[in-house]
């Protein structure tokens, strides 16, 4: 069950200056974001979802409205505040992995603490329990390269948690990975969910946005909807119904 208010976003708007041109991201967003969610965002591209992405975890700022995250307005942050939120309280995946190739999976989870103050015997429990949460401690000391792209992911999402983040922004994580595979990523998702992690999911796969909470919709620099998931199925059953890569 969600608690209270995490994130919040009020009457955001983005706009970019192209030369003479001014082109609108996003259009008065306002929109509250309750610890324990799973929230994924849709639209098309040229929606406005990733503009609204990227501002929340702290990659964009808007031209105006306000941003509270966790009760701060983090609107007008310098950047060396941004950067200290963004390794302390929001957690990254994204479609491309972005493992470093020459370092193994403990290296690359724990990589986020090496810019935190955590000293060198917490910064190995942290991944070695990241990696353990993902169902991937066996493969610490593996390579990328020795990896599918669905192990990959997990290590990604390890990096992601090892700071012990307020929230998770995952963006298109299964844009890269085959139908299975995919099921099994969003599998991690919603245990982590149900521990209480908030996660909000950019996705285009209507088949991937139905295993979050709540789905938001965004056209035109605008939500234009904004409702429950009803019918949520529990990706741990939708594994049981699909072929093993051997099969």
């Known amino acids: 069950m969600a608690g209270g208010e995490l994130l919040r976003i009020e009457d955001v708007h983005k706009y970019y200056d192209l030369g003479a041109a001014r082109v609108h991201a996003l259009r008065g967003v306002s929109l509250g974001i309750a610890t324990g969610e799973f929230l994924a965002v849709m639209g098309a591209s040229g929606s406005g979802k990733s503009t609204f992405m990227n501002i929340l975890g702290c990659l964009d700022r808007a031209t105006s409205g306000r941003y509270l995250l966790e009760g701060t307005d983090v609107s007008t942050l310098d950047k060396r505040t941004l950067a200290r939120i963004r390794n302390r309280r929001i957690g990254f995946v994204f479609q491309g992995f972005n ?36 169902g991937l401690a066996a493969l610490a000391e593996h390579y990328p390269s020795q990896m599918s792209g669905g192990q990959q992911q997990r290590v990604a999402i390890a990096r992601a948690l090892v700071n012990r983040p307020s929230i998770l922004l995952a963006d298109e994580p299964t844009g890269n990975l085959d139908s299975r595979t995919s099921v099994e990523i969003m599998d991690i998702f ?16 209507p ?23 009803t019918l949520r199925p529990r990706a741990s059953d939708v594994l049981k119904t699909l072929p093993t890569l051997e099969d």
């Open 99 to 134: 493992l470093l190739p020459r370092t193994t999976a403990f290296e690359n989870a724990e990589l986020p603490t090496l810019y935190s103050d955590v000293d060198d015997g917490e910064r190995a429990e942290r991944a070695k329990r990241a990696l353990t949460m993902v």
């Open 190 to 205: 919603q245990d982590l969910n149900d521990k209480g992690l908030t996660i909000v999911l950019v996705t285009h796969e």
């Open 207 to 229: 088949d991937v946005a139905q295993f979050a909470k709540r789905i938001v919709l965004f056209r035109d620099g605008r939500i234009r909807k904004d409702e429950p998931v």
